[in-house]
C-alpha cells in the first residue's frame, strides 16, 4: 500500500519493522522498488531472498524484469529470464514474455522483441503485442507497427489506446480527490489553475522549455496545440495542488496512463521553478520530479 501511495521509503520501513516475512511480503516490497525505478534496491533486495531461501515464483521475476526494463538494464534482464527455469525452477508465462518484450521494446531492440514473441512457449495475449506496439510508437518503426497493430484489434478489438481525451489526472487534497481530464472545465477552480499554469508558463520558457506539439493528437492549429498541451491532466491537477498546499508541500498525483513526453519535461521544469517534490504515477511507474531531474533519468 505505502508503495503504490508513492511513500517507498514508509513501505521500507514497514517492510523491515516485519517481524516474520514470507514470499508474499517479500514480493511485495521487490514490487515497491520496481515501480518506483529503484534498480540497485532491486536487485539488493533478490539477492537477500536468494540468501535466505525465499521460494521464488514468477511474481518475483515480473517485477525484477520490470526493474530491469525501466532502467534499460537488457543484459541483466536477459540473465534474469534464463536463470528462472534454469535456476530457480519457475517456467516463464505469458506475462514474464511481456515483460521480456517491454524490455527489448523500450531499448530499440525491436527485432529481438518481435523474434522473442514468435519463440514464445505459449500463445502471446494483448499485452504481449501492446509492449511491443507501445515501442514502434517511440522508435517510428511503422511497417512493424502496422502489423503488431493488427495483433492488437484482434486480440482486444475494443482498444483505446491512443484516445488522449480519455486521459484522467487525480490528485487527493484533505480526503479529497480531484479528477481532471484533458482541457478540462468542469472543475470549480479552473480560473485559478489556468492562470497558475499561464504564470508557469513564462518561467518555463525561460528554462528552456518548448512544448513538443507531436503529442497532440488532433488536427488544430499549432496555438491551439501548444494550449492543449498546457492544459494536458497532469498538469492541471499540479497547478492546483499548488495553488492549494503550503510552498515546499510534496505533490503526488496519479493518472491512468502513460505519462507523454511533453509532460515529463514540462513537470522537470515545474519542479525547479517551484522547488516542490512532484511525485507522478503513471500506468507504469512513479516518476520522481525534484530541482528539475527525474528519477527515471528519461527513460521509461
Known sequence: MYAKCGSIMDAQSM??????????TWNAMLAGYAIHGHFKEAFEHFERMCEEGVEMSMVTFVSLLSTCSHAGLVDEGLVCFDSMSLVHDVSPTVEGYACMVDLFGRAGHLHEAEELIKTMSCEPNAP?????????????????????AEQVLRLDPGNSAGNWDSWCTWIELNKEVHSFTVDDQEHPQIIEICEELKRLSGQMKELGYVPDTKFVLHDVEDEDKMLRLGHHSENLAIAFGLISTPPGTTLCIFKNLRMCGDCHCAIKAISKIVVRKIIVRDANRFHHFQNGLCSCRYYW
Do not use: F, I
Not at 519493522?17 to 514470507?22: F, Q
Not at 501492446?130 to 517510428?140: D, R
Open 15 to 24: 517492510s523491515n519493522k516485519t517481524s516474520t516475512r514470507n514470499a508474499v
Open 128 to 148: 504481449v503485442w501492446k509492449a511491443l506496439l507501445g515501442a514502434c510508437g517511440v522508435y517510428g518503426d511503422l511497417e512493424m507497427g502496422e502489423c503488431v
